[in-house]
């Protein structure tokens, strides 16, 4: 029991988001008929903002921002969709997209660690070309991609749909061997205090420059889900992602300030954030109203955690 | 040379280190040896060179010049890093954990126990309580820094040098905020590892832990190397002695007649004062107009805080009377109505607006007073300014200038200017010549003569201990949040505070 414990007392932001992530998702079970297919998916329109929201959260958590993830996922999108329907092989262009997703992470990663130059204008930059190249690949939305490709997400492995195995495995693939080798202690130290992880003998340079290419590399699997689902390209699809995946990344309580957080809790936050729509979709809620409760909604999931913070450090003696 | 290892050999040699910082020399051309198998304490005052040394030693610093040796190699190109990995451990006066990492991956941060490409959780935790053990801590590694007490934390710092049995421990002033039995339990440490043939080199505020630890001592005087002597060969008096040197002290100007028409009697009484969140505890005094009362003792021993509780900064409470009004204020802009105003320890951060122009500056704190509908009144806006900039001598003189282009000592100008503005009563000065030039400095002692003289009150809170003894009329000396000795007349001497100051050994 202790190990939770010390876990619920470390990171009060997680239990919140998934508590009011299972808030909304009851609501909306209670009122919406549901099947097996109908939830896989549901899930699989979730996966590629919970994808990009893991790594916009490990870049926030080095101090940075990126604001090229949806760039990046649009670009890996349209290469997909416009390579295959020219010269076919879906599988060739998966591998095209995630190289160009890497070489975006990089130049990202060396601007900001090298050239020290700021990240919201270096990403926001690097968002500007991705989508001037996705605009040249794919002037309009179009563009084909395999079958195999287009019917992955429902493929059941024993009794699961794959794309629920996606939502699991991906996190616990990538992240928890990171978070277990060296680079997770560097990442949230070099948030934390850039001069005393240097002091510590950490190689900050290094780990911001990770921090980037992981983003993009998530960003890219995004893209690559979203061919899945959509089964086309569009070269505006990526665009409102961003600001959705730092909103994620905030609610599952990843510090702007760098240094801290999770990444269950960017999943919980990725899906709160999409699950509201569905909801007030489902509620039969205007389209308007939709905008303006998502916003209050974001406003009390952060809120929760900050003032269980607020309240723990004002027991502390300190 | 002897052989590496062979005791009195030594395992660090530094030769002919230089390091400045901006305009100030912090370390000049000094030579340093730290012998197999000892414990080297190094001693100065405020601003010695002591930290800068110690990190050039530990590759936190690139000197500008001279040598680094290790083992009686040549290192170039040091990091903090090869440095570790040389066995060089080094523990900074400023902690640097990481609030939200568990102790045990702070401890371990940058040599965690491996298992293939995997931190080796159990290794790790082993690791982390071993090196508690040694340091005699009960903390739960497990615990999140965050969440530890100030000496619980220090402990940890002192644990990580422990990983990897360094050859050399350096410590920059590790004791300052431990308790006593922790302290006993350090220096019994720091024996052991002397035992097995390592060596030490720390810095300390307290005379007492140097003659109970050390085998010699290194003191350094404005960052000069002034003598290293056996700890047998000297008293404490003389080690004060060799700490301060001797001051010139025509660089102060004389002390002027009150004017006949100032006003006089008491301009601020503190009675059992104690500032929240601090030890600052017990502070009780009374300050006349016309007067400079000094506040001296080591950097960090409540100075700063005090003037903060004073100031409205920080929330305190006890007895405090400024003329007619009570005290403890709840904010700087009451502080600043009863006329109690502070001229910031850290002008960048807290005195100025560095990318506004100085003009803005300058009137920021009385803009309400000089808006008429809405609408600043420019006219007399630029009256007050220019009047400022010419009683300062504040150059450039053109008020369109930003602050940021300005020279330190200007800067620091236009932050005192800004505070005559809004014409206090009591004027807290917290380190106003830090890192200024002579000239400049100058003419601040002239300022602070001039408002003694027009009836104010002054208290200085200064680093430079001739700055106290000559302006001050009386000084009090902090140690650990409270006043220790209050000196007058002919008390008020280097040697005296120095002499009070290091005396206050934790009781």
């Given amino acids: 029991m202790r190990p939770v414990r010390t876990y619920l007392r470390r990171e009060p932001s997680v239990p919140a988001a ?39 959260a490990i870049v926030i958590m080095s101090r940075g921002i990126d604001l090229s993830v949806g760039a990046v996922l649009t670009v890996v999108n349209t290469i997909i969709a416009a390579g295959t329907a020219a010269f076919g092989n879906s ?61 992955l997400p429902l493929v059941l492995v024993g009794p699961f749909p794959l794309m629920l195995l996606i939502v699991v495995a991906a996190p616990l693939l990538i992240w928890y061997p990171l978070r277990r080798s060296r680079f997770g202690t560097a990442l949230l130290s070099s948030g934390a205090d850039e001069s005393a992880a240097y002091a510590s003998g950490i190689n900050v340079r290094r780990t911001v420059v990770s921090s980037y290419v992981l983003s993009a590399l998530f960003a890219g699997l995004a893209g690559i889900v979203m061919s899945m689902n959509t089964g086309s390209g569009d070269p505006t699809i990526g665009v409102p992602f961003t600001m959705n995946t730092i909103a994620a990344a905030v609610v599952g309580g990843v510090s702007l300030a760098g240094g801290r957080g999770t990444i269950a809790g960017p999943i919980a936050g990725a899906l709160v954030v999409s699950f509201i729509g569905n909801l007030l979709f489902s509620m039969g809620v205007n389209s308007y109203w939709q905008y303006v409760v998502t916003g209050a909604v974001l406003i009390v999931a952060i809120a929760i955690p900050a003032g269980l913070r607020a309240i723990r450090a004002g027991r502390q003696p300190s | ?41 190094l001693a100065g005052e405020n601003g010695a060179g002591k930290s800068t040394l110690l990190k050039i030693l530990a590759g936190l610093h690139q000197p500008d010049a001279g040598e680094v040796w290790y083992y009686g190699e040549l290192q170039s190109g040091l990091t903090p890093a090869s440095a570790k990995k040389a066995g060089i451990a080094y523990v900074a ?28 959780r159990r290794r790790l935790l082993a690791e982390a309580q071993r090196v508690l053990d040694l340091v005699g801590s009960e903390i739960d590694p497990d615990m999140m820094v965050r969440d530890l007490a100030f000496a619980d934390r220090q402990l940890v710092e002192i644990a990580k040098a422990m990983v990897g049995s360094p050859r050399v421990l350096v410590l920059d002033e590790p004791t300052s905020g431990l308790r006593q039995a922790e302290v006993a339990r350090l220096i019994g440490l720091m024996k052991d590892l002397r035992q097995t043939g390592c060596s030490v080199v720390f810095i300390t505020h307290r005379m007492g832990e140097f003659f109970e630890a050390c085998d010699r001592m290194t003191i350094l005087r404005d960052g000069t190397h002034i003598a290293t002597v056996g700890i047998d060969e000297v008293t404490p008096g003389e080690v004060v002695d060799l700490m301060i040197g001797r001051q010139l002290t025509d660089a102060f100007p004389p002390p002027l007649q009150m004017e006949p028409d100032a006003p006089t009697g008491d301009a601020l009484v503190l009675h059992d004062f104690s500032v929240h969140g601090t030890d600052v505890a017990s502070v009780t005094v009374s300050l006349q107009r016309g007067e400079v009362l000094g506040i001296a003792g080591l950097a960090g021993n409540g100075q700063t805080e005090l003037l903060e509780g004073l100031a409205g900064v920080r929330k305190a409470g006890g007895g405090y009377q400024v003329g007619s009004v009570a005290g403890p204020f709840r904010s700087v802009r009451a502080a600043l109505k009863a006329g109690v105003a502070l001229v910031p320890e850290d002008r960048k951060r807290h005195g100025l607006v560095l990318a506004m122009e100085v003009y803005r500056n300058l009137t920021l704190p009385v803009l309400r007073t000089l808006t008429r509908w809405g609408l600043v009144d420019r006219t007399r806006e630029g ?21 940021e282009s300005m020279s330190g000592g200007n800067q620091q100008k236009v932050v005192i200017g800004k505070t005559l503005l809004t014409e206090p009563d009591v004027y807290l000065l917290s380190d106003p010549t830090r890192g200024i030039d002579v000239k400049t400095k100058f003419e601040i002692y002239s300022l602070i003569r001039r408002l003694a003289a027009s009836g104010k009150a002054v208290v200085l809170v200064s680093t430079d201990l001739a700055e106290i003894t000559s302006l001050c009329s009386r000084v009090l000396v902090m140690a650990s949040g409270r006043v220790v000795a209050e000196l007058s007349g002919e008390q008020i001497t280097e040697r005296e505070i120095t002499r009070a100051s290091f005396a206050a050994v934790a009781a």
């Fill in chain 1, 91 to 151: 599988l060739a262009w998966i591998g095209v997209g995630l190289a160009v997703a890497l070489v975006a992470g990089l130049v990202n990663g060396l601007c900001v660690a090298w050239l020290r130059l700021p990240p919201l204008i270096v990403t926001l930059a690097v968002q500007s070309i991705l989508l001037g190249v996705a605009l040249y690949v794919l002037p309009t939305p179009g563009g084909a991609v395999d079958a195999w490709l287009k019917d």
């Fill in chain 1, 18 to 56: 998934w508590a009011v992530l299972l808030v909304i998702v009851l609501i909306w079970l209670a009122g919406s008929s549901v099947s097996v297919l109908s939830v896989t998916i549901m899930i699989g329109q979730k996966v590629p903002l919970v994808l990009a929201s893991i790594g916009a």
């Fill in chain 2, 383 to 403: 009256g007050l300014v220019d009047d400022m900039i010419r009683t300062l001598q504040i150059t450039p003189s053109d008020p369109r200038v930003a602050a």
């Fill in chain 2, 1 to 41: 040379m002897d052989q590496v290892g062979t005791p009195g050999s030594p395992l660090i040699e530094l030769r002919g280190v230089q390091k400045h910082f901006g305009g100030v020399q912090a370390v000049r051309n000094v030579d340093f040896m730290v012998p197999a198998g000892t414990i080297t304490g």
């Fill in chain 2, 93 to 120: 006066q400023e902690l640097s954990l990481f609030e939200d990492l568990p102790v045990s991956e702070n401890i371990l941060i940058g040599q965690e126990p491996m298992r293939g490409p995997f931190v080796d």
